[in-house]
């Protein structure tokens, strides 16, 4: 009843055992095809041997008996000796005595009998061998069951193991090797009575096949790559081994195995051991070997799949692998060799119009990743010129863009590494020009003239790859100074200097300009390039600021990134693999100088922040700059623009209303700049529409940043900027009474309380002059509605009793609320934004479950606000509902709140 479940069972494997039996019969079938070669081998040899043997035997067994010949020449001897007796009247005795073989014979006889039955023996033993490995192929493949065909491969291998067939086989060759010793030995014996001198040639010849016997058996163990061995020497490996672990024994009392793990190897475990141990030796062969398999592979095809393997070889998934950097450097800078060069010509082979388009964008694949992985190998080895680069970036400038996009993503980081790699080389040479050029200047102080022969050379070094570094840009300076060579003490001084300043700028400004034309060729593709994160981290830089060449083309790539990709950004509100190139290259520039503001923010910049609408793209912007930074610069946008009476004032005001949006967002808050504030009040009657929701912003940023820290209180640059901001931050009536003009820090922190309340306060002032420049300004500000959310939440506090507002700032707040209902209804932004204010639901005191304890808990300023949110509610019920249900279930609510708490103030 359970054959149907096992059978389903056993199927189920059937895929898992199918592996098994593909590996098993590999191994399987080399092994008996191993073994039945060796038998045929020995088959001949013995019957060969067997043959010649037994013409020897046919010779040398008569010696074991009497010869008839002899004897009847003994016999006739004795009768005549007898007939001459009897005449003489003499008796003879007869004088015969058994027959008694030689010594020299019996040997002789002995070894070749005994070699003829060894060499028998091995004959049948070879063939009883490959009868049973036959019958072991045979019995194994008997069944087509995946399962059945695994268990019986199993089953007979393991037998084999288990009876020592593999010993059995090694034997066998012995037993003819025995038998081939008992053969000369034998002859010995046979040429011993004879001939003395045949018979010592034969010893001398049988010494030293004993000698080259022996050395081939011992040289194994003396050497794991020796190729000789006979069958004794797995046999005396084995031994060796046994007699490390007595003398173990004897030594230490017991065999400690973790530290002579060797002696519990087998020969072949030792050599795998060996051939993989990490060593200058390993180093070698590998470089040879691989030299070797690259002078073989004259044709392209042949070529592929070395060049595949090499990303393998260098990079893994968790990063990369130094294995085998030496081997791949090696090969890269032998000149027989020239690996890299080997690639790009695979490279350039695609061009040939002989190839498939499928195959050309493998072969360009393939050769694009080899060669940055190759370049990324940066460090050169101490044997190589360090001028010497491992690109030829003349050829490799030459290779097109593809129009295939997917090949241009490998092509891109190439093209940098390569370069990058380069310029690795040749800085090296470039450093040790530095070196000398001030060791010329010190012999030129004593009067004499340096050789300039090695500035020179660096100089053609130099020019002769300058171009293709970053395209189109030059060192400037190079060739003016190798054309006019100075003659005498004095030029040469002045020609040495110009050529530090040469090298220094190359040095300074060449890594920086492969680095941003990496970037901004990367900006040019549908996706971030090939490892394009393992590309950026090769990159280094020196420890410096930007010159105003690298300044200028970084402002450039900025402009093209931004002009070319920002409206395709603009309705992507997620950020974007371009916004992380973007915020990488404003991460190098360059904004202050101590605490002064040097520099303004590019113009590129100030229109991606004021049309990019994404808080993560443009918060992975400023904070890459450094928020601080961004604030400090930003002053001089505002105050240029505004003496110059530029038309870019509104852009710069936009660009900082985004500033402030992000500050008040973020979790990392820049420290605005205290001058901010009077530079953008200074210029407001120049401003237009963003002004009053700038000033709004910035206001509420600023008093973010006074905000002081739980259990800390406020920090010194928080303790200035209260004291210079007061004035222009609240309102001329708030309550400041308790805040001096003189405080210490320990005053300060005692206020902490007074601070928050006083800062809460100024939110809610903050938020009455922007609600009260709708009508001023008679049309609502910049991003009204988004603005008014930015100045709701900060005014939440952390505890409720920490709300003071007075009343007649209350009373200005429902003015505020006044004039905004009381404008034209097609604004329904700006009312859903003070609909969903946070403000009408804070409460304060104990009891924060009941309504009658709003912060808004004057009586007029709530009627106000009554009043227009009824009247607007009225006007609304006789026309055709322009609103969503939930929008007036909002009104409704907060008049009926602040009913309920002008009813409570009243009682």
């Known amino acids: 009843m359970d054959s149907t479940p096992h059978g389903s069972n056993e199927a189920s494997s059937a895929k898992l055992w199918s592996v098994y039996i593909a590996e098993a019969e590999k191994y399987d079938k080399a092994l008996v095809e191993s073994w039945r070669s060796d038998m045929d081998g020995l088959l001949i040899f013995a019957g060969l041997f067997s043959g010649s043997l037994t013409a020897f035997l046919i ?51 002995t070894l070749w009998f005994l070699s003829l039955g060894l060499s028998l023996s091995c004959a049948l033993v070879a063939t009883l061998l490959e009868q049973w490995a036959r019958n072991f192929l045979h019995r194994a493949e008997l069944s087509s069951a995946p399962v059945i065909r695994a268990r019986m491969f199993s089953f007979l291998y393991y037998g084999l193991k288990r009876f020592n067939m593999h010993t059995v086989v090694e034997i066998v060759p012995l037993l003819l090797h025995a038998a081939l010793i008992c053969f000369f030995g034998g002859l010995i014996a046979f040429l011993a009575p004879i001939n003395r001198q045949i018979m010592f040639l034969s010893a001398a010849l049988f010494g030293v096949l004993v000698a080259c016997y022996l050395l081939i058996t011992i040289l194994p163990l003396l050497a794991l790559d020796c190729p000789y061995h006979t069958p004794l020497s797995g046999a005396l490996w084995r031994l060796t081994a046994l007699l490390r672990i007595s003398w173990g024994v004897v030594r230490y009392r017991f065999a400690d195995q973790r530290n002579d793990a060797s002696a519990f190897r087998t020969m072949i475990a030792a050599i795998s051991h060996l051939a993989m141990e990490d060593s200058a030796e390993r180093g070698n062969r590998d470089h040879r070997a691989l030299i070797w398999t690259l002078n073989s592979l004259a044709d392209e095809n042949e070529l592929e799949p070395l060049v595949e393997s090499i990303p393998d070889l260098l990079w893994g998934p968790r990063g990369r692998r130094y294995l085998h950097d030496e081997t791949i450097l090696r ?4 000149p027989d060799v020239d690996l890299s060069g080997r690639i790009e010509g695979l490279l350039l082979s695609c061009d040939s119009g002989l190839l498939s388009h499928e ?27 360090p001028s010497d680069g491992m690109f030829d970036l003349s050829l490799t400038g030459r290779v097109p863009f593809s129009e295939n996009s997917a090949i241009n993503h490998y092509a891109v980081s190439t093209r940098a590494l390569t370069r990058w790699n380069n310029f690795c080389s040749i800085q090296i040479r470039v450093l040790e020009t530095l070196r000398y050029i001030r060791l010329c200047q010190d012999t030129i102080r004593t009067g004499q003239v340096p050789d300039l022969k090695p500035a020179l050379t660096c100089i053609d070094r130099l020019q002769m790859q300058e171009s293709f570094f970053v395209p189109y840009w030059q060192i400037e300076g190079l060739a003016d100074a190798k054309e006019n060579i100075p003659a005498g003490a ?14 220094q700028s190359f040095h300074h400004d060449i890594p920086h300009l492969i680095f941003f034309d990496y970037l901004e060729q990367a900006t040019n593709l549908d996706r971030l390039p090939y490892a394009y994160h393992e590309t950026l981290n090769i990159f280094r830089f020196p420890d410096r600021p930007l010159s105003s060449l690298v300044r200028s083309r970084l402002e450039w790539i900025i402009k093209e990134i931004v002009d070319r990709h920002l409206d395709s950004l603009h309705g992507n509100a997620a950020g974007h693999w371009i916004d992380e190139i973007l915020a990488l290259l404003a991460s190098f520039w360059v904004i202050t100088e101590g605490d002064r503001p040097t520099v303004s923010v590019p113009n590129a910049l100030l229109q991606y922040m004021r049309q990019r609408n994404s808080y993560d793209a443009l918060s992975q912007l400023v904070v890459s700059i450094d928020c601080n930074s961004v604030w400090s610069c930003i002053i001089t946008n505002v105050i240029t623009d505004s003496w110059a009476a530029t038309p870019e004032l509104n852009s710069s005001l936009i660009a900082l209303w985004h500033l402030c949006e992000l500050t008040l967002k973020s979790s990392h808050k820049g420290f605005p700049h205290p001058g901010i504030l009077d530079s953008v009040l200074s210029c407001a009657v120049a401003l237009e529409t963003p002004s009053s929701s700038v000033v709004a912003l910035l206001k509420a940023t600023l008093l973010d940043a006074l905000t002081p820290s739980k259990n800390i209180g406020l920090s010194i640059e928080q303790q200035e900027l209260w004291q210079r901001l007061i004035p222009k931050i609240f309102p001329p009536d708030a309550t400041l009474s308790d805040m001096g003009p003189e405080l210490n820090h320990h005053d300060w922190y005692r206020l902490r309380d007074t601070l928050e309340i006083r800062t809460r306060e100024g939110y809610v002032g903050v938020l009455t002059e922007f609600m009260e420049s709708f009508a001023i300004a008679g049309s609502l500000p910049y991003n009204a509605a988004e603005t008014l959310a930015l100045l709701d939440p900060p005014f939440i506090p952390a505890s409720p009793r920490k709300i003071r507002v007075q009343n007649h700032m209350q009373i200005r707040f429902a003015d505020g609320v006044h004039s905004v209902f009381s404008m034209p209804r097609e604004n329904t932004k700006i009312l859903e934004a003070v609909a969903d204010l946070q403000v009408f639901n804070v409460k304060i005191g104990e ?5 009658t304890y709003m912060w808004l808990n004057d009586s007029t300023a709530c009627k106000v606000i009554c009043e227009s949110l009824d009247q607007y509610l009225a006007a609304s ?14 009104l409704h609510g907060i008049v009926e709140k602040l009913e309920r708490t002008s009813r409570g103030v009243y009682l």
């Open 877 to 890: 019920s006789q026309l055709p509902s322009s609103y969503s249900p939930s929008f007036i279930r909002k």
């Open 847 to 851: 009891d924060t479950q009941d309504d």
């Open 331 to 334: 090969l890269v800078v032998t």
């Open 359 to 385: 195959a050309v964008a493998r072969r360009q694949t393939m050769c694009f990743k080899a060669l940055w992985c190759i370049a990324s190998l940066t460090e050169p080895l101490p044997s190589q010129d």
């Open 490 to 503: 004095q030029a040469t001084s002045l020609w040495l200097q110009k050529l530090f300043y040469c090298l």
């Open 59 to 109: 010779e040398s067994y008569r010696s074991l008996t009497p010869d008839p010949a002899s004897t009847a020449v003994l016999i006739l001897s004795h009768l005549s000796h007898q007939i001459a007796g009897n005449s003489n009247g003499t008796v003879l005795v007869n004088p015969s005595a058994p027959f008694v073989p030689p010594a020299s014979a019996l040997i002789c006889n």
